[in-house]
Every structure is written in structure tokens, then in C-alpha cells.
């Protein structure tokens, strides 16, 4: 009795997360047949104004036609995008909470902060890969910089004085242009802001000199005159500044830098709900419409799979 009370046990031992497993599908699996039922939330862990919060911006307005329901915008600026990240950790993996992932929060951060306040591997779930910006290098019109060499040769007459917005810190629009000085041997003077944002309303109001921005949210401002473009990061040239040198061009060989974004969801999301918003988003950046304003803010598409 005891032998066949212990095998019946283990027996039901082996048996118990197999049917909560395929419980939780089947959860899952009617969640998504009525998901969405309501407005979708996507976090920017950014303030508005810069590329992060004009991308999400562009394929929400997409994915949301998509979804049939508004995806809506939150920013929550801070700790270089570690505090929305880090909300949006703690949300409710119903699908109804997205965040935006970039090279800051999801490459730069873990690196350089010792507490970020979320874990990448544990947290989330991977939903879309959008697509990857260049970088560009710009200074005030105002100025008589017109070259890379011009504001190296400034910079070295005048050591610390060449005033330098950082977007947020620890950005990739921070530790580039920290790069670029450091290999050309220069010294600035560097202005932090809370987000890009705030870093190009400096620029173009001429309280700092140089900004070095992703092409989504600088592209309008040197399109307007109101910014020059002196070089761009990337691997070639960008399509919609083709007059702009690359900075290996330029002879800084392996000065490459390509930011990128995507979308995540809190850790636990069911897995037919992800593959439902990873088909939107999708969707979105196959949208003519949506593709040419994304293309045109210089944004190079990718999707896939989640």
C-alpha cells in the first residue's frame, strides 16, 4: 500500500507541470484570441522629442491599426531609461504594457550602472526589432565649424571650452561623442540634459556647440538649416544626408556606431499574445505609409521574428 501510495506520488509529481504547463497555453491561447480588448501601452523610457520617442511614436501609430486598438505613448524619462524600463519590469505580462528597448537601456546600462533595477535575461520577453540610426555629428550654424578637422582644430586651441550636450547619460549620444574626443585627443566641455529632447532645443537655441544625435529626431533640424551635420557613424553614408562623410571617411577607422530599437514585454506575456503584437508590429513597418515616415526619419527596417 505504501510502495503503490509512493509510486502513485511520483507519478503524480511528474505529471503536475506538464498540465499546469499546458494549462498556462491554454490561458495563454484564449487571452490571445480576445487580446486586445483595450488600448495597448508602450513605454518610452525617454523623454519626447528625441529618436526613441519618435520611432515608437511612428510604428505605434501603425501597430495600433493593426491591433485595432490605440497603442498609446508613456514617456518615463530617467536614470538614462533605467527607471521606465524598470516599471515596465513589474507590469502585468498581459500584453498590455510594452517598453521600448535600445542601445542604452538594453546594451549600455547593464554595463555601466550597477543597479538598474531590472534583468534583461529574467524580466522580459522579446517582442520586435524595428530597425537601426546612424549617428550624426552636429554643430550650431552659427558657428564656423564646417568639417570634423574644424572642430578638432577648435577644440585643441581651446581646451574645455567647447561646450558639448550629452542627451542622457550613459546614452550612446554620451559615450560617442566621449569616444570621438577621446580618440582625437580633445577635450569639451560636457553639458548633460535629461533626454535628446531637451539636448537639440540647447543646440538650436546656441547654449552648446556640438550634439551628437541619432538621424530620426536631428534629421528635421539640419533638413531646416537650423543644425550642420559634420559626419555620420555609420557603416556608409546615410541615404538622406549622402553629402555627410562617414568618420572612417574621415580616417577614424572603426568609428562605427548604429543605434537600434525594439519592443519588449514584462517576462510571463503569453507567448500567442507576443507572436500577435510581434505580427503588428510587422505589420506596421510593411505599412507604405508608415515605412516611408520611418525611412525618411532615416531609420533602416528590419522586423522579423520576435
Known amino acids: 500500500m505504501i510502495k503503490s501510495s509512493a509510486k502513485s506520488l511520483t507519478c503524480l509529481q511528474r505529471l503536475l507541470p506538464r498540465a499546469l504547463a499546458a494549462g498556462l497555453a491554454l490561458v495563454g491561447a484564449v487571452h490571445a484570441q480576445t487580446f486586445p480588448s483595450k488600448p495597448v501601452k508602450l513605454v518610452v523610457p525617454f523623454g519626447p522629442g528625441g529618436s526613441s520617442d519618435v520611432v515608437a511614436r511612428i510604428v505605434a501609430d501603425g501597430a495600433g491599426e493593426a491591433l485595432g486598438q490605440p497603442m ?79 572642430l578638432v582644430a577648435y577644440a585643441k586651441a581651446n581646451p574645455g571650452k567647447l561646450p558639448a550636450a550629452i542627451g542622457a547619460v550613459g546614452s550612446s549620444n554620451h559615450l560617442t561623442p566621449v569616444w570621438f574626443a577621446s580618440i582625437a585627443g580633445i577635450d569639451m566641455l560636457w553639458v548633460p ?17 556640438m550634439f551628437v544625435d ?28 549622402p553629402e555627410v562623410p562617414t568618420m572612417e571617411e574621415l580616417g577614424y577607422k572603426g568609428f562605427v556606431v548604429e543605434p537600434w530599437y525594439g519592443f519588449m514585454a514584462p517576462a510571463g506575456t503569453p507567448r500567442a ?34
Open 214 to 241: 541619432n538621424e530620426p529626431s536631428i534629421l528635421p533640424q539640419i533638413k531646416s538649416g537650423k543644425a550642420r551635420p559634420l559626419a555620420v557613424t555609420g557603416l556608409r553614408r546615410s541615404a538622406y544626408l
Open 273 to 306: 499574445v507576443v507572436e500577435k503584437l510581434n505580427a503588428a508590429f510587422n505589420a506596421a513597418i510593411r505599412n507604405p505609409r508608415i515605412a516611408k515616415r520611418l525611412e525618411e526619419a532615416g531609420l533602416r527596417l528590419i522586423g522579423g521574428a520576435p
Open 193 to 209: 540634459f535629461k533626454g535628446a529632447g531637451d539636448a537639440i532645443t540647447a543646440l538650436l537655441g546656441g547654449q552648446v556647440m
Open 72 to 150: 498609446l505613448i508613456e514617456n518615463v524619462p530617467g536614470a538614462g531609461g533605467n527607471i521606465g524600463t524598470a516599471r515596465t519590469a513589474k507590469a502585468a505580462p498581459d500584453g498590455y504594457t510594452l517598453v521600448e528597448c535600445t542601445i542604452g537601456t538594453c546594451a549600455i546600462n547593464p554595463s555601466i550602472f550597477a543597479q538598474t533595477g531590472y534583468d534583461l535575461q529574467k524580466d522580459f520577453v522579446p517582442v520586435f526589432l524595428v530597425g537601426s540610426v546612424l549617428h550624426t555629428i552636429t554643430v550650431h550654424p552659427s558657428t564656423s565649424l564646417k568639417s570634423i578637422a574644424d
